[in-house]
């Protein structure tokens, strides 16, 4: 069994940032971990994942350039370093790790293991 504890969400003005972390224990089998947000009135997307074994990583065009993941394979975590945070990036974000392809944990089919959910808040 997977578990994720996530931390590192708060409230900063547009053009702030913020870095999240992902402490994963259980790790056997995991192939991707990745965050995903979810803000109100609106699915869950995917923002970032990276494969753990080739650090393959991955963005969500509305974050490419202003996000980054990055791992400490060593300590089973992950971080999403945010800048330039804008308000629309307003929403709770959710730590998640799976298997299957890459195709497959974007769309979250294959996400088998998610964390409790961060809370990002960006004023305008």
């Known amino acids: 069994q997977v578990q994720l504890v996530e931390s590192g969400g708060g409230s900063v003005q547009a053009g702030g940032s913020l870095r999240l972390s992902c402490a994963a224990s259980?790790?056997?089998?995991?192939?991707?971990m990745g965050w995903f947000r979810q803000a109100p009135g609106k699915e869950r997307e995917g923002v970032a994942t990276?494969?753990?074994?080739?650090?393959?990583?991955n963005y969500a065009d509305s974050v490419k350039g202003r996000f980054t993941i990055s791992q400490d394979y060593a300590q089973n975590t992950v971080y999403l370093q945010m800048n330039n945070l804008r308000p629309d990036d307003t929403a709770m974000y959710y730590c998640?790790?799976?298997?299957?392809?890459?195709?497959?944990?974007?769309?979250?089919?294959?996400?088998?293991?998610w964390g409790q959910g961060t809370q990002v808040t960006v004023s305008s």
């Open positions: 998640g790790a799976g298997s299957g392809t890459w195709s497959a944990f974007w769309g979250q089919s294959t996400v088998d293991f």
């Open positions: 259980g790790y056997t089998g995991i192939i991707h």
């Open positions: 990276i494969h753990v074994r080739d650090g393959y990583r």
